[in-house]
């Protein structure tokens, strides 16, 4: 069960995108240098289709985008909340931000799509997980490589539209400089 620690109306995380982010707990990714440590216990209230639906009626004509921050222990789970969303509010996109390094159903993924440790964006269309997001970050949080806004990241931000995948960079003032 997928447990909803908290929840905010933010405009960093995706690029473009007015933003209900929901943390997740029960975090299974647990990164040396996690800024949100207080994640890893399991603890928050069920996030099931109620309380997304109670969510989105209530913050709906707010945000543009839906986004679940985190998840990685049950990503099944992420997935079918994302299918519920994409079937029912049409006008609002979806995103995922995960510490994992590839899609749980990598291993329909070839092997050759995934170089350096970082997945393809060619290859992560062919994910049915991109089929129920517009966005999803991939990678763990490695405190010397930093986050998105730095050059030495290992985690990456994909765009997914209309089938296609690309990989969005971001300026050291966190600012999307490429597509």
């Given at each position: ?26 975090c299974?990714?647990?990164?040396p ?17 109620e ?23 049950e ?88 089938g ?16």
């Amino acid at each position: 069960m997928l447990k909803c620690f908290n929840y905010d109306i933010v405009c960093q995380e995706i690029p473009d995108e007015v933003t209900l982010a929901v943390n997740i707990s029960g975090c299974s990714v647990k990164c040396p240098g996690c800024h949100s440590k207080w994640l890893w216990e399991d603890r928050g209230d069920e996030l099931n289709e109620e309380t997304v639906r109670i969510l989105m009626n209530r913050y709906g004509a707010d945000i543009t985008c839906f986004c679940f921050m985190g998840g990685d222990a049950e990503p099944a789970e992420v997935l079918r909340l994302a299918n519920f969303i994409r079937a029912n509010f049409h006008s609002v996109k979806i995103g995922w931000y995960s510490g994992r390094s590839t899609l749980p159903d990598a291993d329909n993924v070839q092997s050759s799509c995934i170089s350096i440790g970082f997945i393809d964006a060619g290859c992560l269309s062919k994910s049915l997980y991109c089929k129920a997001f517009d966005y999803i970050k991939l990678g763990s949080y490695v405190e010397e490589l930093g986050g998105l806004r730095s050059a030495k990241t290992n985690q990456r931000l994909f765009k997914i539209s209309g089938g296609a995948v690309t990989v969005i960079k971001f300026s050291e003032k966190n600012i999307p400089v490429s597509e």
